[in-house]
Nanobody, 119 residues
Framework: QVQLVESGGGLVQAGGSLRLSCAAS????????MGWYRQAPGKQRELVAL???????NYSDSVKGRFTISRDNAKNTVSLQMNSLKPEDTAVYYC?????????????WGQGTQVTVSS
């Protein structure tokens, strides 16, 4: 199994910045896509940003131009630089890893880190 450990959440004022990091360990062979999802109270979990091992990136429209995802394949880490934060960015942010091993698709989640943006 893949273990994902997030760090970097917290409380910030609107317009501020935070950086989230996630480190993968365990059965990391076969991971292709890593990224971030978020879930606000009373809402469904939604995509924030994903990056493949080859560097292809997908952002949700709500964060384009404000958030930047990056990845270090050698260290098995993924980071999310969040700038110009808005109150609507408040959510629990979950690290995500997806891939395939021996023909079996897998998906792993971190425990989540809280991001709170005050107005």
């Amino acid at each position: 199994q893949v273990q994902l450990v997030e760090s970097g959440g917290g409380l910030v004022q609107a317009g501020g910045s935070l950086r989230l990091s996630c480190a993968a360990s365990g059965s990391i062979f076969g991971i292709n896509t890593m990224g971030w999802y978020r879930q606000a109270p009373g809402k469904q979990r939604e995509l924030v940003a994903l990056i493949t091992k080859g560097g292809s990136i997908n952002y949700s429209d709500s964060v384009k131009g404000r958030f930047t995802i990056s990845r270090d394949n050698a260290k098995n880490t993924v980071s999310l630089q969040m700038n110009s934060l808005k109150p609507e960015d408040t959510a629990v942010y979950y690290c995500n890893a997806q891939g395939a091993r021996s023909g079996q698709f897998f998906i792993s989640w971190g425990q989540g880190t809280q991001v709170t943006v005050s107005s």
